[in-house]
């Protein structure tokens, strides 16, 4: 059963998101940046309580403990009437990457995409993250269609 593995998150849920969050930060390119704890509440409690046709989401769990999210936004590009959803978030804790939750969660992701009107999704991993994640897409028909960079700044 899909809901021994997934379900929507509440509000309830927003200390442990935190926590995921600040897992994904310590590990990623942006764990120079200040981890915001109020502005991250808030985000969260925004997407949560707000239409699910334009956010949404997901907790992945192991037994009925929390191990990790995604988060879906859905939008219109500047240039463009389509709707697009784009994942904000993917996080899984690292012992369980390679369980079904965590491919439950895309699913679900691609899922609530479809639902909502979105012709087309976009997916993401952090640059030198792990190479089977490049696969991971590759195999479900996306396709690469850009690299970001960042570069930390004198603010004056």
């Known amino acids: 059963m899909i809901e021994q593995h997934l379900r929507l998150a509440t509000l309830d849920d927003i ?4 926590n995921l969050a600040k897992n994904f930060h310590k590990v990623s390119p ?8 109020q502005k991250g509440k808030d985000f969260l409690a925004s997407v949560i309580t707000g239409p699910k046709s334009e956010g949404v989401i997901l907790v992945a769990l192991k037994d009925t403990k929390p191990i990790g999210m995604l988060i879906g936004w859905a939008a219109e590009p500047v240039f463009t009437s389509n709707k697009v959803a784009t994942e904000l978030c993917w996080w899984v804790e690292e012992e369980y990457r390679k369980t079904r939750g965590a491919l439950l969660l895309y699913n679900a992701y691609e899922d609530w995409a479809a639902r909502v009107g979105c012709s087309h999704i976009q997916g993401a991993y952090l640059s030198g993250w792990r190479a089977d994640l490049h696969d991971f897409f590759k195999k479900r028909g996306y396709i ?12 004056y």
């Open 15 to 18: 200390p442990i998101l935190l």
């Open 144 to 155: 690469q269609v850009e690299s970001s960079y960042l570069k930390t700044l004198k603010v």
């Open 30 to 37: 942006y764990r120079g940046m200040r981890f915001n704890t």
